[in-house]
């Protein structure tokens, strides 16, 4: 049987040659009052233990994780007409992993982590100036470390899905579903 996870890595690879923003994906949350919510989020890293993608720990996004630990992803590659659908249980990224992700980000966007209350009303974006310059004379010319408040999350798949257009609309819709490690696979009406 078909690895679902091979499978992502190849249809992502064709998407990298062909689309914009291959690694743009909706995250879907539920906060603890049982509200869904959804953004769009980087894909910053994916191998068989799941994926990942990084936030600011105080985020609405962050917050109903924590509440309620459990997301849906779901790409849509246009160029190779391809959706994925992604469902599982959500866990922080260790420290050190955040860490050497944080240190390949550029020094704007490590800056903008720091001065960013993520989801709080700005006031005025005078103020979000001020945070910025303020934090660039914090650094100065040193490496600018991880904020405590800025991490990643893995969400580690329990069912994905496959979407292929068809031109006749019975479009292929291919699900695979986890128990332990084995997965099963079934094919599901369009
Ligand atoms: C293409 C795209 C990629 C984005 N990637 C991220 C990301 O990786 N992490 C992030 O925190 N926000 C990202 N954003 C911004 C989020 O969509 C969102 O506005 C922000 O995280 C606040 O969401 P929240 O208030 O629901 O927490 C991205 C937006 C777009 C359009």
Known sequence: MPDPIEMFLGLYQQATRSCPEPDAMVLSTVDA???????????????????????????????????????????YWPSIDKQVRIEGAVEPTSNAEADSYFATRSRESQIGAWASDQSAVLESSTVLDERVAAIRERFGDGAVSRPPFWSGFRVVPTSIEFWTRDPARLHHRERFDRTGEQWTRSLLYP
């Open 33 to 75: 009052d049982g509200r869904p919510s959804g953004r769009y989020v980087l894909l910053k890293g994916v191998d068989r233990h799941g994926f990942v993608f990084y936030t600011n720990l105080g985020s609405r996004k962050a917050r109903a994780l924590m509440a309620n630990p459990y997301a849906a992803l779901c790409f």
